[in-house]
């Protein structure tokens, strides 16, 4: 059947190519509502809606064909007529409207045919234009799919005409079907279920696969009764239904739905059988794979209750009842592209704080397994929003479900760090900070102090999240502080917020000022010094502290008796404080090269630790001295007004006391001296080393020990000054140890210093520091004497006065005599170091070989064996070590002479030649050949190992040598006369030789290990 309507400003026309009346159709059409009409059978053929067209137009021509009950066919035409103010009066129009019927049948004036026409007719007020712009077009496609009867509908317009047809149907294996509605333009696809007398369908359209994806229905009326009930639009659901036996209201725009009645619980119980079809059909399209399964769960509320929907509570249930079973049912596609039920999903919902993209981008990232997948997020915000409109925001399944900004900030408040935080999004820390900054900039700035706190991270490794009230904005505190702080135990990061984290200005108001925390960072270290100070951790602190007081150029502070660590006697550390009084000297890595040997001259614990050195730079250090924290320039010189006089005069002959010079002086000052020295040098080796640093550095590099200054005196007279501050102290001050008292420096007192070292006594004997040792009234010839001893010193003056007078007479021959004794002395030191050597060398080899040859039963050994004063004289680069014998069963297998060198060469004796050459199979020369600066005190048997080069044909090269003097001998007697001091001649062995016929210690062993005897 295909149905026609037309519409022109003064009439409209309904049509249709259905099946004839019959004779009760027809009487029933008329008479419909007529009090006269007694068959109530006949009451409701047609429901009311052809009654309710008579709105349009009491009167209504009609056209049309009836069949009798012999099948006879009779056209006719005539004016239904339900004009009238009464129910007499319209009833008698009816009448005569069936007598008009009856007549024309009668007079057989109308031929049949095969369409049906209504016209109604218009005053001529008709605005088809209106009726084409409110017309429901998207309703009319249900019509076709609800009704199989129906195949077409036309709509003919003022200036349009409009086609719906049915063009096909495909049956789904998942159950169900699309049936194609074909328009003029367009062509529509609707999923279509029926299931116990109810039918719901869906628009949707046919993907590049052949699949399909869902579509909202639009402004269409959710219920039909074939027809549309014009008045359910907005019932909140995202299908149509469709039921032949809806009960509907008079006028056919809803249902009859009240709290009771025998209507309204058919009603109702039909509503339950759609739900359960609504179900199916969407578990239909999630197993047939269909696009946009989400737009099924959009059951929202009504947003504009009709009339007829009197029973809200009951509708409002069913509709909650149908989201619960919709939620189990997976028709979310998730960002992996599997589909999920809602309930396993998180539905980003968004509200005055937070937009829902800001709640889908970061909880995605936060639990990626429970995203949507992008292209349904929006889709699934509204499912969201519709949810919480009719279960409310407390419902379970909306707590499981919806994210919402409150949500989703109360689960990063639950990770509780930036840590953690950074372990669940599987991010870096500056990408996680970043996050988190997304977060806070995503809250509108407005509602941040609320919903935020809890959530800003403080400072700590961990980031931990805490509550506003706990944390303070850092705007000027660097991490130095911090640091002090933190190792102090004051847990200052625990307190502040993130330094990254932006906009917590709008979050936390309160802001830690650091001058409180400077404060408390120095009266921490000082409490905890004496406590603590053996602490790494304590340590780093008051090196962080004294380094960033400096660099913060906060030099009261700095003087303010912070712990500092310092070189203690034995270069140990200790704790110190600094002071006003600038007690502390730079490291020693800032002093003079020459000066820094004598560190341990100043007072115990006055030179700063060496791991202070590092920490500022060179102007930064020059600041500090500047201002009074510390001394960095050991020797100075400056304008100093002089209250003795006396102590700064050239023979000290000044009488009384009192003396003061009128006008400043410049005076060379040594750093310390005073008090401090004089406390620090009670010891024999304090003042030992004290005076080896001034005549090794001071007198060298500050001369003012040498300036003669005539000052004028405020006693009127003129004298004649030495203005040196620190030979001022060495000449008058009581400092030289003696028992429980101290004495001044005189020749007896030093020669008690210069007894017990050595090094000392040397130095006081040198020529270059006479005249500095004459002025403070040092004797050198008599320290010469003192330090012989009681028992030596009187033949030794009688001596010395011998010699003087010969000096007088022959000072060449006194010269060379003491140049011999001094180079005998040299001898002797570099025989002692050829023994130490030697011995060293000889076990490191010995042990080597040991370790290698040890199963092979071989014996080995070593023999140490130094020479007389005489071989050292002239040559210091090389040291006879001694000889090494293998033996195997008593049988001589190798003899290894070593030899150790510092230079190019090394040398071997007369007697060893001859034994090298009288048994060249077995004689082997070791060469280990050091570097010119190696400590031999941390030489190592790798080392060794790693140097010895094992010579084994030197015989052979000391063999025609050895015969040329023989031969030289044998002709020398012959002549008549005698080669002298043959036996004294010596072989140097120049490098080239072991550099290109050596063999390593390795080879050597191997050779052994190949001789005939080892392998038997």
Avoid at 253 to 260: E, R, T
Wanted: overall charge negative; aromatic content about 8%.
């Amino acid at each position: 059947m295909t149905i026609r309507v037309t519409v022109s400003p003064k009439q409209i026309t309904f049509a249709h190519n259905g099946r004839d009346f019959t004779e009760e159709e027809i009487l029933s059409l008329i008479l419909h509502g007529s009090t006269k009409q007694s068959n109530p059978e006949q009451l409701g053929k047609f429901g009311s809606g052809f009654l309710s067209t008579h709105l349009i137009s009491k009167k209504v021509r009609i056209k049309g064909t009836l069949r009798d009950d012999d099948g006879v066919r009779k056209g006719f035409e005539f004016e239904l007529d339900r004009s009238g103010e009464s129910a007499e009066a319209i009833g008698a129009a009816m009448q005569s409207s069936l007598d008009a019927l009856i007549q024309i049948l009668d007079q057989k004036r109308f031929k049949p045919t095969d369409w049906t026409e209504y016209v109604y007719q218009a005053d001529g007020s008709l605005d088809a234009g209106e009726l084409e712009t409110d017309f429901p077009f998207d309703a009319v496609p249900y019509i076709l799919v609800f009704d199989n009867n129906v195949d077409a509908i036309e709509l003919r317009l003022q200036d349009k005409r409009y086609s719906y047809t049915r063009a096909g149907t495909e049956e789904l294996d998942a159950g169900g079907y699309v049936t194609v509605i074909e328009g003029i333009d367009s062509s529509d696809r609707f999923f279509v279920v029926e299931e116990d007398g109810i039918w719901a369908a869906v628009p949707v359209s046919e993907r590049e696969d052949e699949g399909y994806e869902l579509w909202l229905p639009g402004d269409v009326p959710r219920l039909f009764k074939f027809l549309p009930l014009v008045n359910s639009v907005t019932l909140g659901l995202p299908a149509v239904f469709h039921s032949p036996l809806f009960a509907t209201t008079e006028n056919r725009d809803g249902l009859v739905f009240s709290a009771g009645g025998p209507n309204s619980d058919v009603n109702k119980g039909l509503l339950t059988k759609a739900a359960a079809c609504f179900l199916l059909l969407a578990r239909n399209c999630a197993e047939e794979g269909f696009d946009d399964l989400h737009l099924l769960l959009n059951v929202s509320e009504v947003s504009d209750f009709p009339a007829w929907l009197e029973d809200r509570p009951w509708y409002a249930d069913w509709q909650r009842s149908l989201i619960r079973q919709f939620a189990a049912i997976p028709l979310v596609r998730m960002e992996n592209g599997d589909p999920e039920p809602a309930s396993d999903a998180h539905l980003p919902l968004g509200d005055a704080t937070m937009t829902w993209e800001s709640v889908y981008r970061l909880g995605t990232n936060l639990a990626e397994a429970w995203a949507p997948a992008a292209a349904v997020a929006e889709g699934c915000s509204v499912v969201a929003a519709a949810w919480i409109g009719l279960l409310g925001d407390n419902d379970p399944l909306i707590e499981s479900c919806v994210l919402t900004p409150e949500r989703l900030i109360a689960n990063v408040k639950e990770i509780g760090s930036l840590k953690n935080l950074g372990e669940r999004l599987e991010l870096e820390r500056a990408e996680t900070i970043a996050w988190l900054n997304g977060l806070i900039s995503a809250v509108a700035e407005p509602h941040r102090a609320t919903c935020l706190d809890g959530l800003i991270p403080d400072q700590t490794p961990e980031g931990t999240f805490r509550s506003s009230v706990e944390l303070s904005r850092d705007t000027e505190i660097d991490d130095d502080l911090k640091n002090v702080l933190e190792t102090l135990d004051d847990p200052i990061r625990k307190r502040l917020v993130h330094e990254d984290i932006i906009g917590a200005e709008s979050i936390i108001k309160r802001v830690q000022p650091r001058e409180p925390l400077v404060s408390n960072a120095k009266d921490r270290l000082k409490r905890q010094a004496q406590a603590t100070s053996d602490a790494p951790e304590y340590r780093a602190a008051c090196l962080t502290m004294f380094q960033w007081l400096a660099v913060e150029g906060r030099w009261d502070d700095l003087k303010d008796g912070i712990p500092v660590y310092t070189l203690d006697n034995d270069e140990s550390e200790m704790v110190s404080k600094t002071s006003s009084r600038g007690t502390l000297l730079a490291p020693r890595e800032l002093w003079p090269d020459e000066a820094r040997p004598y560190w341990d001259a100043f007072p115990r614990g006055s030179v700063l630790s060496d791991d202070y050195a590092p920490l500022l730079d060179s102007s930064s250090w020059s600041e500090a001295a500047a201002n009074g924290v510390l001394v960095i320039e050991l020797l100075s010189s400056e304008d100093q007004e002089l209250a003795e006089l006396e102590n700064y005069m050239l023979a000290l002959e000044l009488e009384g006391y009192g003396h003061s010079a009128a006008a400043p002086v410049e005076v060379g000052k040594l750093a310390f001296i005073g008090t401090e020295f004089q406390e620090a040098l009670r010891s024999r080796e304090r003042a030992v080393r004290f005076l080896q640093f001034i005549l090794d550095y001071v007198i060298g590099a500050d001369k003012s020990w040498k300036k003669r200054v005539a000052v004028e005196c405020e006693c009127g007279a003129e004298h004649e000054i030495i203005p040196c501050q620190w030979l001022a102290f060495i000449r008058e001050r009581e400092w030289v140890p003696r028992s429980k008292v101290q004495e001044r420096l005189t020749d007896v007192s030093l020669a008690r210093l210069t007894r017990h070292d050595p090094r000392l006594a040397d130095a006081v004997t040198s020529e270059e520091h006479t005249d500095f040792l004459t002025l403070i009234g040092i004797n050198v010839l008599e320290q010469a004497v003192l330090a012989a001893g009681e028992s030596q010193s009187t033949e030794l003056r009688r001596r010395l006065a011998q010699l003087a007078r010969l000096a007088a007479q022959h000072p060449g021959a006194v010269a060379r005599l003491i140049e011999d004794i001094e180079a005998h002395h040299e001898a002797d030191q570099r025989w002692r170091q050829n023994q130490k050597l030697g011995k060293i060398v000889e076990e490191l080899i010995g042990a080597r070989l040991k370790s290698r040859l040890l199963l092979l039963r071989m014996r080995v050994k070593p023999q140490f064996k130094g020479y007389d004063l005489g071989a050292y004289v002239d040559e210091a680069s090389y040291a006879d070590v001694g000889w090494i014998e293998m033996q195997q069963a008593e049988t001589l297998v190798a003899k290894i002479e070593i030899k150790a060198t510092r230079g190019g060469s090394v040398s071997m004796s007369n007697r060893q030649g001859e034994e090298a050459s009288g048994d060249q199979a077995r004689f082997w020369l070791c060469v280990v050949p050091l570097d010119a600066n190696e400590d031999i005190d941390e030489l190592t048997p790798e080392r060794v190992e790693e140097l010895a080069r094992f010579v084994s044909s030197i015989g052979n090269r000391l063999a025609p040598a050895r015969e040329g003097i023989q031969e030289a001998v044998e002709s020398a007697d012959k002549s008549g006369f005698d080669l002298e001091h043959v036996d004294d001649i010596r072989y140097g062995i120049r490098s080239e030789v072991w550099e290109s016929e050596a063999v390593s210690l390795t080879d050597f062993v191997d050779w052994i290990k190949q001789l005939p005897a080892m392998r038997r």
